[in-house]
């Protein structure tokens, strides 16, 4: 008896090593499973850049928020601009907190408290107004991180606020069915100036010996950026990234200029960590950047408060603000109305873009009213009209009218500030056997417009139009169509809409 006990003791122990080394193997085959990117250009431009959900968004919000609305001067850039002697903000900055090397960037962070910031009310807000993706700027020049962070101790959970601002609007947004963004403006965070070259513009803080910036305290220099470059590449820039890839799963990073300061190896183990990551959760990611840092065939190409003036081939971005002075809250801040960002957003989506805009907070957590009016009146335009703007194509030609845009990058925002369209400005989407015909403004009654859009030598095939209406217009439109001239329409007796007026057009299959 005792030998056979042992037998079957010693049957069941191989049976179950066997048994184990089985799930060990099965555990090792998943681990050891072959990623679909690697960090090189070649297999990182197998991603689809703009997945059909970007395509289809049209509209998106994000929030220049953080240590630098404390001060609410001047913009964003406060930080740079106050340790310059012939600078506004140096002037304003003595005179009201005392010289720079006394009270430094870093004497404002417990002075941003965001008490009255509620997540849950900022993600209904951007939805009422027509958001399908928000975010916040989890990282400005700056160097404080807006989330929950073990790379720095400059975040908002360990100081300032002592909340994961980041997390709590991941979890607001995505409950209104919106996508999420995260924007990283972090490359010009390093220090990369000496005092033979203490202001270039590739450092946000500029180098001048007795200023928190040159400071060699431990704890500063990870604000500051003075960091051993190799060290802040890999476990400041890359380390950041990964950590809200982790955490916050966004939907879309977006990168602001001075990409091209990261070296480019650093710059695909974030694209390939990110996209593998992605890929994982079965999530179609977007990728934004500037210039030309990343390659398009798996980035987004984004130009700051500018446009296109033809159709882009690819779909692309534009990101400009609610105002036309700061990114960020300023005392007595003057906004843009809301006729002019709704006629700039259905000239980007006429051409094939998304127009990602942004927001200005205060430090307490409080967007201003002016503001929020505009983003509500935006908002209930597109809840009447919207089928003229999400979900659609551009069509062969984007409009037609009198009014000219430039198309560039930084250089010319002015020019597209003096932009003001007419009623005589037209610009077209389609969706679904639609052409969009949007008036940009409010027309006149009775008046009869003719499109030449149509006419037989500007179109390249054959349309055949079935009925021509005006969105939220009870009269039965009147139209005719002329080969040669184009589509003529009787406008309603009534105004139909102050901010823009859409024609429906629809076309046989």
């Not at 020019?415 to 989407?429: L, P, Q, V």
Request: proline share 5%; charged share 30%; aromatic share 12%.
């Amino acid at each position: 008896m005792k030998v056979s006990y042992l037998k079957v003791l010693a049957f069941l122990f191989i049976i179950s090593l066997v048994s184990c080394m089985a799930k060990d193997e099965k555990k090792e085959t998943v681990v050891l499973k072959e990623e679909t990117y690697k960090d090189d250009w070649t297999s990182l431009g197998k991603h689809n850049e703009a997945p059909n959900w970007f395509k289809e968004a049209k509209l998106g919000i994000y929030f220049h928020w953080g240590i630098y609305s404390v001060p609410a001067y001047h913009d964003e850039w406060y930080p740079r601009y106050m340790h310059l002697e012939k600078h506004d903000v140096y002037k304003h900055h003595v005179e009201k907190y005392g010289h720079p090397s006394k009270f430094g960037y870093h004497d404002f962070v417990p002075m941003f408290k965001a008490e009255k910031f509620d997540p849950e009310k900022w993600a209904m807000l951007f939805k009422k107004a027509g958001a399908k993706f928000a975010g916040p700027v989890a990282e400005h020049h700056d160097g404080f991180a807006m989330w929950d962070s073990e790379k720095t101790p400059w975040n908002s959970m360990d100081k300032g606020p002592k909340r994961d601002l980041t997390g709590e609007l991941k979890k607001a947004i995505s409950s209104k069915g919106m996508k999420f963004i995260t924007a990283f403006h972090h490359a010009r965070n390093l220090q990369r100036n000496t005092e033979l070259n203490q202001a270039n513009w590739r450092s946000h803080y500029p180098y001048i010996e007795g200023m928190p910036p040159t400071s060699k305290d431990p704890e500063l220099a990870y604000l500051y950026g003075n960091i051993p470059e190799e060290k802040w590449n890999k476990e400041i820039w890359l380390g950041k990234l990964k950590e809200v890839i982790d955490k916050y799963q966004p939907d879309i990073i977006w990168f602001d200029f001075m990409l091209d300061a990261i070296p480019e190896n650093y710059r695909k183990e974030f694209a390939a960590y990110y996209l593998n990551e992605a890929e994982k959760l079965d999530k179609d990611v977007v990728i934004v950047r500037k210039q030309h840092d990343l390659p398009l065939s798996m980035s987004v190409m984004d130009l700051e408060k500018s446009r296109k003036n033809v159709i882009g081939t690819k779909t692309w971005m534009t990101d400009a603000t609610i105002s036309n002075e700061s990114w960020s809250y300023k005392d007595n801040l003057k906004v843009k109305s809301s006729t002019d960002i709704l006629h700039m957003l259905i000239d980007i989506v006429s051409k094939n873009g998304v127009l990602l805009l942004n927001v200005s907070p205060m430090a307490n957590g409080i967007i201003p009213k002016n503001q929020e009016k505009c983003l509500l009146e935006m908002g209930a335009w597109l809840e009447k009209y919207g089928e003229a703007i999400y979900g659609t194509e551009a069509w062969y030609t984007f409009g037609e009218g009198p009014t000219k845009e430039p198309e560039g990058h930084f250089g010319n925002h002015k020019a597209f500030h003096k932009i003001k369209y007419c009623n005589k400005d037209i610009r077209y989407t389609t969706k679904d056997y639609n052409i969009y015909g949007i008036i940009m403004g409010a027309t006149v009654p009775n008046k009869e417009i003719l499109l030449t859009s149509f006419a037989k030598k500007n179109i390249k095939d054959t349309v055949r139009i079935e009925s021509v209406s005006i969105l939220g217009n009870d009269e039965k439109t009147e139209w005719s169509i002329d080969i040669k001239e184009g589509l003529k329409i009787k406008l309603p007796s009534k105004i139909v809409d102050e901010k823009a007026t859409v024609i429906k057009i629809k076309i046989s299959a």
